[in-house]
C-alpha cells in the first residue's frame, strides 16, 4: 500500500478540525482537547495547511504530529508549530524530534 493510500485509510474515520484530521488512540477526552488546542492555534497562524495528521498513541503517551512532505525543520513554520506544540501538547513528535509541553492539571 502507497503512502497516500495508508494515510486516506489511517485518517478516514477521524475528526476533523480547521481540515486536520486527529485520533486520540482510545479516545482519551484531554488527548482529544491537546490535539484541538494545538490545531486551533495553529490555524489562527495560519499554519493548519502544514499538518497531515495527528495521532495520540495513548499506549506510548506521545503525540505524533504528522506535516506535508517538505517542511524544514529550521523553517519558521516549523518553529511556529514547535512552541504550539509546546504550549498545548504534553508529549510530542515533530519533524523527527520529541517534545515535551507544560503541565496541564
Not at 9 to 36: C, N, Q, W
Not at 44 to 62: M, P
Not at 72 to 88: C, I
Amino acid at each position: 500500500m502507497d503512502e497516500e493510500r495508508f494515510h486516506a485509510d489511517f485518517y478516514k474515520d477521524a475528526r476533523r478540525l480547521h481540515d486536520v484530521p486527529y485520533i486520540s488512540r482510545y479516545g482519551t477526552l484531554e488527548e482529544e482537547l491537546e490535539m484541538e488546542r494545538f490545531i486551533k492555534e495553529a490555524a489562527s497562524l495560519w499554519l493548519n495547511t502544514y499538518l497531515r495528521g495527528i495521532y495520540y498513541d495513548s499506549n506510548a503517551s506521545l503525540c505524533l504530529i504528522e506535516t506535508v512532505n517538505g517542511l524544514s525543520p529550521a523553517s519558521d513554520a516549523a518553529a511556529q508549530l514547535t512552541r504550539a506544540a509546546h504550549k498545548h501538547i504534553a508529549q510530542f513528535e515533530l519533524l523527527g524530534i520529541i517534545g515535551h509541553g507544560g503541565s496541564f492539571k
